[in-house]
């Protein structure tokens, strides 16, 4: 069963928070960095909840410092496992009233709604954050909210996004954030990765 922490409870019901939402930032594998666009669409959030495949764990220490006050919450995806970063398979966190659950959400097929349903069921939350699939969702399913941030840096297909959570009264509203500005770097990036590796093979020595 996997490895899952025990309730987080922030603010009071009522209040009024606002939450960032970001998963699959591949930094040093597939991306250089974040683009200074996720910056800007959190300067304000309280909260930011990150779905994992963070990569490079750089990644959560600056985004610690978007704001002095604000609180940053991750868990393992399915790349971070093999850059050894020592995080939870699962969180839950009641934020002013509305319990949601965090999760990298690597299930198959990839993005399969009734698999996420059932996640967020065993989790017990009004909201599951989930990431992996590197495509925004926002989908209420038997009065529980899925949704997923997409990718701000290797998105497939979409436009790279992060996203941003209201809470109200105990009610959730969402924004879906593009971020336009990186999707040339990450490929060429990754085009550089490539040429360095494709360099590597031109000098292997083969056994004798």
Do not use: W
């Amino acid at each position: 069963m996997d490895k899952i922490m025990e309730d987080n409870v922030f603010g009071v019901y009522g209040s009024k928070y606002l939450v960032g939402l970001i998963s699959d930032t591949h930094v040093s594998d597939r991306a250089k960095e974040l683009p200074a666009t996720v910056f800007t669409a959190f300067k304000d959030v309280d909260f930011i909840l990150h779905a994992g495949d963070i990569i490079y764990n750089d990644v959560l220490e600056k985004l610690k410092k978007v704001t002095p006050e604000v609180k940053v919450f991750a868990v393992l995806g399915n790349m971070d496992s093999i850059y050894d970063l020592d995080l939870e398979e699962s969180k839950v966190l009641t934020i002013g009233g509305v319990k949601i659950g965090l999760k990298h959400g690597q299930v198959r097929p990839k993005g399969d709604i009734k698999q996420l349903e059932s996640i967020a069921r065993e989790l017990d939350v009004d909201v599951l954050v989930s990431g992996h699939t590197h495509k925004p969702l926002i989908e209420k399913v038997n009065n529980i909210t899925l949704v997923n941030p997409g990718s701000p840096t290797v998105p497939r297909i979409d436009d790279p996004t992060v996203m941003l959570m209201k809470i109200e009264d105990g009610e959730v509203d969402f924004e879906l954030v593009k971020i336009a500005e990186l999707t040339c770097s990450s490929i060429n990036f990754a085009n550089e990765k490539k040429k360095e590796e494709d360099n590597k093979s031109l000098f292997y020595q083969f056994p004798d």
